[in-house]
């Protein structure tokens, strides 16, 4: 299995903030890789796939970047609705796997 | 648009099985890929496997042996059965679309199930 490794765990930041998620894969996953934000008691929801495209409707202030092994997420101005926790995926190979999260919260 | 729903007992006992149905409305299930993720506190999210939409299926390895996901005639529903379950399948369960190779964009809202005698 691909073993998708978040950091940091945890992030405390502040509105309007820069801040960015890295996710390292256990051998390279060319950009077959998801990022996705789950708010409590919610589904996680897709907001960039193939590491850089931004789904429909997702605020433009997120972008992802990178391929290979080192991908990375990174919101340009942290607003409040983006304090939850997020998660990558890689879909280059069965079994899909997943980081184990990134939980943002407000300093 | 595509909207899915999950249902299906809250509560089942050790050694039995565990069944859940994903609804699919605003559309069918006529192409794509359909999957089911599970999330648990200990494990974080697991994918479980998906079926593709000519019914093919394919499963997470460790999983494998216990999980049967298949699709309803109709084409509105599609299902995952896990035997002999224990306390560690003990997870809110998600149905989600994906069109491969991206990522899933469409997620029910996710069932809890418990398994405790």
């Known amino acids: 299995d691909i073993q998708m490794t978040q950091s940091p765990s945890s992030l405390s930041a502040s509105v309007g903030d820069r801040v960015t998620i890295t996710c390292r894969a256990s051998?390279?996953?060319?950009?077959?890789l998801n990022w996705y934000q789950q708010k409590p008691g919610k589904a996680p929801k897709l907001l960039i796939s193939?590491?850089?495209r931004l789904q429909s409707g997702v605020p433009s202030r997120f972008s992802g970047s990178g391929s290979g092994t080192d991908v990375a997420l990174t919101i340009s101005s942290l607003q409040p609705e983006d304090f939850a926790t997020y998660y990558c995926?890689?879909?280059?190979?069965?079994?899909?796997?997943f980081g184990q999260g990134t939980k943002l919260e407000i300093k | 648009q595509v909207q899915l729903q999950e249902s299906g007992p809250g509560l089942v006992k050790p050694s039995e099985t565990l069944s859940l149905t994903c609804t699919v409305s605003?559309?069918?299930?006529?192409?794509?890929?359909w999957n089911w993720i599970r999330q648990s506190p200990g494990k974080g999210l697991e994918w479980i496997g998906y079926?593709?939409?000519?019914?093919?299926?394919n499963y997470n390895p460790s999983l494998k042996s216990r999980v049967t996901i298949s699709l309803d005639s109709s084409k509105k529903h599609f299902s995952l059965k896990v035997r002999s379950v224990t306390a560690a399948d003990t997870a809110v369960y998600y149905c989600?679309?994906?069109?491969?190779?991206?990522?899933?964009?469409?997620w029910g809202q996710g069932t809890t199930v418990t398994v405790s005698s």
């Open positions: 989600a679309r994906s069109r491969a190779p991206y990522g899933m964009d469409v």
């Open positions: 605003g559309g069918s299930i006529s192409s794509d890929y």
């Open positions: 079926l593709y939409y000519s019914g093919s299926t």
């Open positions: 051998q390279s996953i060319a950009s077959y």
């Open positions: 193939a590491a850089s």
């Open positions: 995926q890689q879909t280059y190979s069965v079994p899909y796997t």
